[in-house]
């Protein structure tokens, strides 16, 4: 079981490739981030030029201490990045973890992608490495992404109030 926890898949599907993320990835998921200038926006935290490096930065760390596996998403039709996503905050004597640190380019929202994308980690979390709660966290502002996540079919649990700190703003998740 520890293998399945610390082995980072390639999921794919009819719409979209899922596959690690590595560090010669940062300008392709700048440039999916630019479509938008996604990283302007004050409820989430998307890389942009100047955050790309503490971003895969992050990543890596959190990947060494076996709490995340990053990816990127690819679109099949154009072969091009749009996204990026992650399994964080895993948990494997929990059998838990978060699906987030999700952004896609602007283009690429309400398309097939993010549904195929987060329906690919659902059954590979659940079937695979046997988790028995996998979690979404969204700032209270996003409406937009929780409103993809209601699509999902995941169910509201509730309000963390003042969660956290983002960029000197106490956050509500």
């Excluded at 990026?84 to 973890?97: D, F, G, N, S, V």
Aim: include cysteine.
């Amino acid at each position: 079981m520890d293998t399945i926890w610390r082995t980072q898949p390639v999921l794919e599907g009819e719409h979209v490739l899922l596959r690690p993320m590595v560090r010669s990835d940062g300008p392709a998921i700048v440039e999916a981030a630019s479509d938008g200038r996604l990283w302007e926006l004050f409820y989430t935290a998307v890389p942009g030029p100047n955050s790309i490096e503490a971003y895969l930065d992050s990543a890596e760390a959190e990947t060494a201490y076996g709490r995340a596996m990053p990816f990127v998403v690819i679109d099949k039709a154009s072969g091009r990045l749009v996204g990026a996503t992650r399994y964080m905050r895993m948990k494997r004597e929990a059998k838990r973890l978060e699906i987030g640190t999700t952004f896609y380019a602007k283009s690429a929202q309400r398309t097939p992608v993010n549904s195929e994308a987060k329906l690919l980690l659902l059954t590979h979390a659940f079937e695979v490495m046997g988790c028995r709660c996998v979690q979404f966290r969204t700032d209270h502002f996003n409406q937009p992404s929780q409103r993809a996540i209601e699509r999902l079919g995941a169910k509201r649990d509730g309000l963390l109030r003042n969660h956290s700190i983002m960029d000197g703003r106490v956050r509500d998740t």
